[in-house]
Antibody
Framework: QVTLKESGPALVKPTQTLTLTCTFS??????????VSWIRQPPGKALEWLAR???????FYSPSLKTRLTISRDTSKNQVVLTMTNMDPVDTATYYC????????????WGQGTLVTVSS | DIQMTQSPSSLSASIGDRVTITCQAS??????LNWYQHKPGTAPRLLIF???NLETGVPSRFSGSGSGTDFTFTISSLQPEDIATYYC?????????FGQGTKLEIK
């Protein structure tokens, strides 16, 4: 059974760094062709893809956020970590981690999401 | 980045109606297009992958078609549990982008 769950602070202050952890089970991120992404959704707005890490540790970022994002993995703990620097109120959103489908396209398994509010 | 233009942004329909949502890509994405259903407080659910393939467990009233830049998502007979926001998403190249969403309501 595949599951993913996001964890991290619910509230961060402007300029702070956000660290989110995605803990998953039911698959291994060191097995081809597993890929895990982070996606966010500001309140009332659309989904936005942020970053991706692959089975071979390749990493990819949204060009608009590339300078602020770092994605990493701990295969022994079955975790993917996303850090986002210099947080701003516009970064207030529900943050999701999701697994890319093994065959074909699409995010087939998602975490429940974690709401992060940026406010002083 | 490839832009995904989804329409309409909202839609009101009656139970049993046929519902159609369109998504247009700013450049050719072949058939690299997925559709999701999103209900408040839950994670998005993959319904259709690679333009027309039904994800496991998804009812057959959902379907998708298209190629290149123009895509269509259809619910053949709207059910009460279909009330949600629907998103298209391309993966022709990175970054993946989503449409702006179509909020579906019952008339």
């Amino acid at each position: 059974q595949v599951t993913l769950k996001e964890s991290g602070p619910a509230l961060v202050k402007p300029t702070q760094t956000l660290t989110l952890t995605c803990t998953f089970s039911g698959f291994s991120l060191s097995t081809y062709p597993i890929r895990v992404s982070w996606i966010r959704q500001p309140p009332g707005k659309a989904l936005e893809w942020l970053a991706r890490i692959d089975w071979n540790d390749d990493k990819f970022y949204s060009p608009s956020l590339k300078t602020r994002l770092t994605i990493s993995r701990d295969t022994s703990k079955n975790q993917v970590v996303l850090t986002m620097t210099n947080m701003d109120p516009v970064d207030t959103a529900t943050y999701y981690c999701a697994r890319w489908r093994v065959a074909g396209g699409g995010f087939d398994y998602w975490g429940q999401g974690t709401l992060v509010t940026v406010s002083s | 980045d490839i832009q995904m233009t989804q329409s309409p942004s909202s839609l009101s329909a009656s139970i049993g109606d046929r519902v159609t949502i369109t998504c247009q890509a700013s450049q050719d994405i072949r058939e690299y297009l997925n559709w999701y259903q999103h209900k408040p407080g839950t994670a998005p659910r993959l319904l259709i992958f690679d333009t027309s393939n039904l994800e496991t467990g998804v009812p057959s009233r959902f379907s998708g078609s298209g190629s290149g830049t123009d895509f269509t998502f259809t619910i053949s007979s709207l059910q009460p549990e279909d009330i949600a926001t629907y998103y298209c998403q391309h993966y022709g190249n990175l970054p993946y982008t989503f449409g702006q969403g179509t909020k579906l309501e019952i008339k």
